[in-house]
């Protein structure tokens, strides 16, 4: 049987888990809309940039595999709480850096700390979902979505702030998020029978996270510095690349559960698949800056239930496909773990290869994913797995 918690405790427990998806978004979007002043302070050309990326997502793998090793040994909770400590330190150092050597320090402490809490963040996420017995994972990756919309706002609304002690104040928001009560493993059922995982299916569901996030690291890494340099957006304005981007993001995530609900996740993932290659088509052809902003909308809205709905399945491929997967926390939470070395894969894709193939013009680094996003079409069958609502079924109530 799947635990069951006071639908007041679950709540909270969704919520918590939510903070930190929350405090996920706002740190990474506050740092990569401000890749162009980056740039500027250190003198660093788009290569320069890559290679910094790619010592992030590099350390942020890293993080992720000691992620399963201490929640094996403690829980998730534990994780997540080293992980905000961690990403707190290391954000601090960057913004405060008087040398470039410090600031690469506190990046790199900053790109462990992001792999610590991506892979316990979404362990959180798919016990509770497994308590709730039905896909809530889409509104689990909106938390991180509003997140990042209020860093690209903060960013927009301090554009003439240069790097520095001035920022520290967004620190206050991972700090506050230790309180929260995250799942810990004496509340759930003891760990039930061993299950085979079916590390194949896994790795198609792998697949397809690694194209969603080489279009979503490729979107809001590059595109404000494609606004910025291609197109010349005006000064202060390059963070709409991503801001619009994070708003339809929100707005497809926030109704994401409900869509899996009554459409099947094939279906809405099919669909992603074609909307996304246009959007993008639109973003790589877009005469104006303008234009490019209305394809960055579009492809924000596109593709934002793909990275959940891989979550959820793999978890219900690592629970064995049944109700019941939320007593398997250890088996469950080892392949989340390992699962999202996947994100990172896709990060390297987005962040790094769309900045290397686009060194002299990014409309050709942007024009990788718009290729490869088309895979996830043939891939969407793989999703039958997640757990539909039956009819008449009752679940706890959010809202109240």
């Known amino acids: 049987m799947t635990p069951s918690l006071p639908t007041s405790s679950l709540v909270r427990s969704r919520l918590a888990a939510g903070t930190a998806f929350f405090v996920q978004g706002l740190l990474f979007i506050s740092l990569t809309t401000r890749l162009p002043?980056?740039?500027?302070?250190w003198s660093l050309d788009e290569l320069a940039v890559s290679g910094l990326l790619l010592m992030v997502v590099l350390l942020a793998g890293v993080g992720s595999v000691v992620a399963e090793l201490v929640a094996g040994r403690s829980s998730s909770a534990v994780v997540v709480r080293v992980g905000l400590v961690a990403a707190t330190a290391g954000f601090a150092v960057l913004l405060v850096a008087p040398t470039f050597g410090v600031f690469a320090a506190g990046l790199a402490l900053y790109g462990l700390a992001l792999g610590l809490v991506d892979a316990s963040s979404n362990m959180q996420a798919v016990t509770v979902e497994h308590l709730y017995g039905r896909p809530i994972l889409p509104s689990f990756h909106g938390f991180w979505t509003a997140g990042g919309i209020l860093g690209t706002l903060v960013t927009l609304a301090t554009a003439d702030v240069e790097l520095g002690p001035a920022l520290l104040p967004l620190l206050f928001v991972p700090v506050a998020a230790l309180a929260a009560p995250y799942v810990r493993r004496?509340?759930?059922?003891?760990?039930?029978a061993a299950v085979a995982v079916p590390w194949r299916r896994i790795a198609l569901l792998g697949l397809a996270m690694v194209l969603f996030y080489m279009v979503d690291t490729a979107a809001t890494t590059w595109g404000p510095v494609y606004l910025d340099g291609t197109l010349d957006a005006p000064t202060g304005l390059t963070a709409l690349a991503t801001l619009p981007y994070l708003v339809a993001t929100l707005l497809a995530r926030a109704v994401g559960d409900r869509l899996v609900d009554r459409h099947g996740p094939v279906w809405l993932l099919r669909i992603s698949g074609v909307v996304?290659?246009?959007?993008?088509?639109?973003?790589?052809?877009a005469p104006t800056w303008v234009v490019a902003v209305v394809g960055f909308t579009v492809l924000g809205g596109a593709v934002a239930t793909i990275a959940p709905l891989s979550f959820s399945a793999a978890g219900a491929l690592a629970g064995g496909g049944d109700a019941?997967?939320?007593d398997r926390i250890d088996t469950v939470d080892a392949v989340i773990a390992r699962f999202n070395q996947f994100n990172y894969v896709g990060a390297l894709l987005g962040a790094v290869l769309t900045g290397a193939v686009g060194a002299d013009d990014l409309r050709l680094g942007f024009a990788v994913p718009m290729v490869l996003v088309l895979g996830i079409v043939p891939l969407a069958t793989q999703f039958a797995i997640i757990r539909r609502r039956v009819p008449g079924e009752t679940v706890p109530d959010p809202t109240r």
């Open 324 to 326: 019941s997967a939320g």
């Open 276 to 285: 996304a290659a246009l959007a993008l088509a639109v973003i790589v052809f």
């Open 186 to 192: 004496d509340r759930l059922a003891a760990p039930g």
């Open 37 to 41: 002043q980056v740039q500027q302070k």
